[in-house]
């Protein structure tokens, strides 16, 4: 799955979880100052990253991904 | 003892008649049911296959990313509070928040988050529980939202007292305003549980109708046929406002809420006393907290269920504690038994009777019962000066809530 997949498919997730416009979202958006994704959907943006992308994103990483590069590098790595 | 003068400057709900209080008023003048049969799967198996459902459902009406975070029973709280706020005028007053305080109860709360998300706990596992779960099935969480909505910060409560938490939260509001709490109180109570399980404990309680072939005759109060009450889903709120308040930015007043009378039976966790004891004492003592003559009390908005024991005693008490004059409806009949919310879309058919000079029929009232020896206005609306009305709400466990409204 190239870069550009991953991003595709987060941004579907961001929409459906926390209304995000598509558009908004590349990689080098911040989640919460740019993207203003609380903290409870975040939450539910990783649950439905793992089942999207069959990865597993541990709570102690989850506090690193501030940015959605930072979110398609750790998927891109797992997966 | 002279109080600080209540009045009600907006209404809001949305009801099985109607999404908004026009038009349930004109539903309940017209003498409507809101009561249809259950087409879910789930409900095949169940005694109950009828209910009063939204009129309009909420899903059209707020922002889908936020409807995710709401249980119903908080979407519709949000639904009713937003009307009533508008509807007092309030959206640009300028209003201080911290004078602004919120009562709104549910008899349930949550259930309905509750149940979906164990389902989904049963068939995925614990991760992927929604971490919106606890704010959406917490009782507090209706009353909670309206206050985040219209940014209240005299307070936020949450009253329960099953099918009295309308009412008694109502009556939270009115004390908030008397002791200097607030000037203005959002205050109402909202449900949303037509669920298999809870129809199912209700059923199993023996307490609900089972005319599942005519659901518009299902809830039946005081006639000889009712087999209990069908249940209802909605939310209703009123605008409750320091008199003086209202006069001085000239806020269009629809009644004053002159008093409350709270009491609790002690007698049984279910059963209402058979003589209605404890709602003779609530209804006394509305009407000294309101410092009026019973004989002014010339409708009462009933509780009456359509319950074979509840409808009765309430008529002994009512008879007992206001005597044979005034003219009873039980608009249950009409929107089913909204639980929670009960008592403040029947305090919002009160406030506009009393303003429109009008009691709202009770439908389904062909054969009245025997022991029905008062004044009711079976199956059509009629027309009477109203200087001051009764609002009656009992709950299980016992709990006994009376308001008295007058003219504005």
Request: proline letters at 5%.
């Amino acid at each position: 799955m190239t870069r550009d997949e991953i991003t595709t498919g987060l941004a579907e997730i961001l929409e459906e979880v926390a209304g995000v416009t598509p558009d908004d979202v590349a990689e080098g958006k911040s989640f919460t100052d740019d993207l203003d994704v609380d903290s409870l959907s975040m939450v539910e943006v990783v649950v439905a990253a793992e089942e999207k992308f069959g990865v597993k994103i541990p709570d102690n990483e989850v506090q690193n991904l501030k940015t959605v590069g930072d979110a398609v590098s750790y998927i891109e790595a797992q997966s | 003892m002279a109080h600080t003068d209540v009045v009600v400057t907006g209404l809001g709900a949305t009801t099985p008649l109607g999404g908004d209080v026009a038009s349930t008023w004109d539903a309940m003048l017209n003498g409507q049911s809101g009561v249809s049969a259950l087409t879910p799967d789930w409900a095949e198996q169940l005694p109950v296959r009828i209910a009063a459902q939204l009129a309009v459902d909420p899903a059209g009406l707020l922002d889908r990313v936020k409807l995710r975070r709401l249980d119903r029973s908080e979407a519709i709280a949000i639904i009713a509070a937003h009307q009533a706020w508008a509807d007092a005028g309030l959206a640009d007053s300028g209003l201080d928040p911290e004078r602004l305080g919120v009562s709104v109860g549910s008899g349930i709360g949550g259930a309905l988050t509750l149940l979906a998300q164990d389902d989904i706990l049963e068939a995925s596992g614990p991760r992927r529980v929604s971490p919106h779960t606890i704010p959406m099935l917490m009782p507090n969480g209706p009353a909670a939202w309206v206050g985040l909505e219209l940014g209240a910060q005299a307070g936020v409560h949450c009253v329960a007292s099953a099918c009295a938490t309308g009412a008694e939260a109502i009556t939270l509001g009115m004390d908030m305003i008397r002791a200097g709490r607030a000037d203005v109180v959002v205050a109402g109570g909202t449900e949303a549980v037509i669920h298999q399980l809870p129809i199912a404990g209700f059923s199993s309680m023996r307490a609900m109708s089972t005319r599942n072939d005519e659901p518009e005759k299902a809830s039946r109060p005081w006639d000889k046929a009712r087999d209990g009450f069908v249940l209802g889903e909605g939310a209703g709120t009123i605008v409750l406002e320091r008199a003086d308040h209202a006069a001085a930015r000239g806020a269009r007043v629809y009644a004053r809420l002159a008093g409350a009378g709270i009491t609790s039976d002690g007698y049984d966790i279910v059963q209402p006393h058979p003589e209605g004891a404890g709602a003779v004492r609530a209804i006394a003592k509305a009407i000294a907290d309101a410092d009026i003559d019973r004989r002014d009390i010339m409708h009462v908005n009933a509780h009456a269920t359509s319950t074979p024991v509840g409808d009765l005693a309430e008529i002994k008490a009512l008879r007992q504690a206001l005597g044979d004059h005034p003219v009873l409806t039980a608009t249950k009949s009409m929107s089913g038994h909204l639980l929670g919310a009960a008592g403040a879309l029947e305090s919002i058919a009160t406030i506009l009777a009393i303003r429109d000079g009008v009691v709202p029929p009770t439908i389904n009232l062909d054969d009245p019962d025997d022991g029905l020896d008062l004044d009711v206005a079976a199956n059509k609306a009629r027309h009477l000066e109203i200087p001051a009305a009764l609002n009656n709400s009992f709950g299980f466990g016992g709990h006994n809530v009376a308001l008295v409204f007058t003219r504005a």
